[in-house]
């Protein structure tokens, strides 16, 4: 395969050093048919001129940059619409951040997939990296004890299993994806997570199990790799995003259910978004559904917590917190819930 690729590369202000690795990773790529769309979300002078400085010799490389700051998740919609635009139509299309380091062999392995036409997106395994380029651990699936074959769009939404900068996906997702849906909370759901939505219903995602990016951890990433823990502190985050994650359903809602024609080829694919996913009726199924998927251990209880959660939609279902305190604690008696761990994927 040959065909061209598009890489959306987001900035915003990067640390330099951080920056020239990452642009090396891609110039010396073994896969070398590719244009990168450098767009800037309004960096300061200097920095936004060393951007420049860096990208200038590759005609490969073009630099836009926003009027005004608008976030990761727009800066990168605002790459895609410029691609969109382009005359030359890339049939591949990546994201990148602006801190990481891609293997040389990124773009060829990942590339090479859509050979097998269902294939809609793919995504890889990323190794992580401090800020000093040392290993920390050489898998972000095992660290995070991600499950990144699971594509039900209830699941990905409550916890996306796919990562940006380790994603390709087919030019027909994008005319689907356009435009992403308005956050009414910055930062509560990603560009990949509504790419990975749109993928699933234009044919089929695959994991690839072999790390092609070293994703850099440090202080100032606005999306890292987060370690799962055991015991309370692992329970109540995982409360705190579902509490967020209900907030957010009806970003999302609204694009699905105009954006996504439902594909009628595929009966695995029959999934009429509108009714299943965001039916105030059902919420508490797929609560449930997300709980006894991943962690069946304590599934009851995070059950419980999305009662309550949804609860404020059906008054008549409205539980005092003192009831559910009680009874989370007589099920923590019974089956341990703080000394469980996830299940192990």
């Given at each position: ?8 590369l987001?900035t ?8 020239t ?6 110039k010396?790529q ?6 990168c ?19 200038q010799?590759?005609k ?9 700051n ?42 090479e997939?859509f ?29 995070e ?12 939404i ?11 996906f ?11 849906p308005e ?10 997570l ?16 072999k790390?092609l ?22 329970l109540?985050?995982?409360?705190k ?5 209900v ?5 999302i ?7 996504i ?7 695995n ?14 919420s ?5 559904q ?6 069946p ?11 309550y959660?949804f ?10 917190w003192?009831?559910?305190?009680k009874i989370?604690k ?16």
């Open positions: 395969m040959n065909e061209q690729i598009a890489i959306i987001a915003y202000n990067p640390n330099i050093e951080f920056f690795k990452q642009i090396d990773s891609i010396k073994t896969y070398q048919n590719w244009t769309i450098v767009i800037d979300d309004c960096s300061s002078p200097n920095k936004a001129q060393e951007i420049k400085n860096l990208i010799e590759d490969r490389f073009l630099f836009f940059q926003n009027e005004i608008l976030g990761s998740y727009y800066t990168f919609e605002q790459g895609l619409l410029k691609l969109s635009s382009l005359e030359e139509a890339a049939e591949l299309i990546c994201f990148s951040d602006q801190d990481d380091i891609w293997l040389p062999e990124k773009l060829e392995i990942l590339a997939e050979n097998d036409s269902e294939i809609s997106c793919i995504h890889s395994d990323l190794s992580l990296i401090d800020e000093k380029d040392n290993l920390i651990h050489e898998s972000c699936w095992l660290y004890k991600r499950s990144p074959e699971i594509y039900e769009p209830i699941l990905l409550l916890r996306n299993t796919i990562t940006g900068c380790s994603m390709m087919r030019r027909r997702v994008l005319a689907k994806a356009l435009p992403l956050q009414q909370i910055r930062n509560s759901f990603h560009h990949d509504w790419i990975g939505l749109i993928s699933s219903q234009y044919g089929r995602i695959k994991a690839l199990n790390p990016v070293l994703y850099r951890q440090h202080a100032n990433n606005v999306v890292g790799a987060s370690k799962v823990d055991n015991g309370k502190f692992y109540f985050s995982l409360v995003k579902l509490f967020l994650k907030k957010t359903f009806k970003d809602k609204n694009s699905l259910t105009y954006s024609e439902i594909a009628q080829t595929n009966l694919l029959r999934i009429y978004l509108s009714k299943i996913f965001f039916d105030k009726v059902q508490k199924i797929f609560i449930s997300l709980a006894f998927h991943n962690y251990d304590f599934g009851i209880s995070l059950f419980l917590f999305g009662i959660a609860s404020k939609n059906y008054y008549n279902l409205l539980i005092p003192l009831i559910i305190a989370i007589s099920t923590q008696q019974i089956i341990g819930l703080f000394s469980l761990s996830p299940k192990k994927e």
